[in-house]
Every structure is written in structure tokens, then in C-alpha cells.
């Protein structure tokens, strides 16, 4: 079974950044579209963008578009989340997933949803936005 493990995460004042990474065990990244997601306290997930495998386009949530980038280094099979001018808002634990089921394989597009009964999350990485 997959094994994620995201990291990067710490408390950074408004307008900072940081960059988040994501890497997997018994999986080869490289090989599946990867999404990324947070979750507040209180509130539900939320898709914050997606890469493809195969030709690296990307998907971004209007909330972080402009201010995110998604990246992927296949030679080092990890998915990087760029995130910039963060904002209060922001303030969430970010987990990430490849689009993978066990048996197939899932397309990064809008709307940004984890694959079908996904039961692999990680521990997340918490990120925090205050001054």
C-alpha cells in the first residue's frame, strides 16, 4: 500500500512562502497525475492543484491561482508545492495524493477530487499563515 510523506509545512508570517514536498513509498510517483489537498480545522477538504505525468500541465483552485506552483522532480520522484504570498486563508494541513486507486489511474482536471475510496493519506504537513 502507498505510503505518503509530506513535509515542508511550518508557521509563516502573510506574504511569506514556503514549499512544501511530497514523497511515496511502495509507489512510483513519477508514473500517476498528483493532486494536492488541505484541510482546515472545520472545514471540508479542498483541491488545491494537480500535475500530470505526462506532459506536466497543472490544475490550480481559483483560491491559490497565481500564488501556488506545482512542480515535480520524476529523477528524485517528488511532487513540490511552491506556495507564495500565503495568506491567513491558507492556514490548513496539506496532504498530498497520487491519483491512483489501486487499480486505475485518474486524471488531473477540474474539479480537483482524490480517486475514488482513496485510503492512503498521510499525515499531512501543517502550514500556518499568522503574524
Known amino acids: 500500500q502507498v505510503q505518503l510523506a509530506e513535509s515542508g509545512g511550518g508557521l509563516v508570517q502573510p506574504g511569506g512562502s514556503l514549499r512544501l514536498s511530497c514523497a511515496a513509498s511502495?509507489?512510483?510517483?513519477?508514473?500517476?497525475?498528483v493532486a494536492w489537498f488541505r484541510q482546515a480545522p472545520g472545514k471540508l477538504r479542498e483541491g488545491v492543484s494537480c500535475i500530470k505525468s505526462r506532459d506536466g500541465a497543472t490544475v490550480y483552485a481559483d483560491s491559490v491561482k497565481g500564488r501556488f506552483t506545482i512542480s515535480r522532480d520524476d529523477a528524485k520522484d517528488t511532487v513540490y508545492l511552491q506556495m507564495d504570498n500565503l495568506k491567513p486563508e491558507d492556514t490548513a494541513v496539506y496532504y498530498c495524493v497520487p491519483l491512483y486507486d489501486g487499480r486505475y489511474y485518474y486524471t488531473c482536471e477540474v474539479p480537483i477530487r482524490p480517486p475514488y475510496k482513496f485510503n492512503s493519506w498521510g499525515q499531512g504537513t501543517q502550514v500556518t499563515v499568522s503574524s
Open positions: 511502495e509507489f512510483t510517483l513519477a508514473y500517476s497525475d
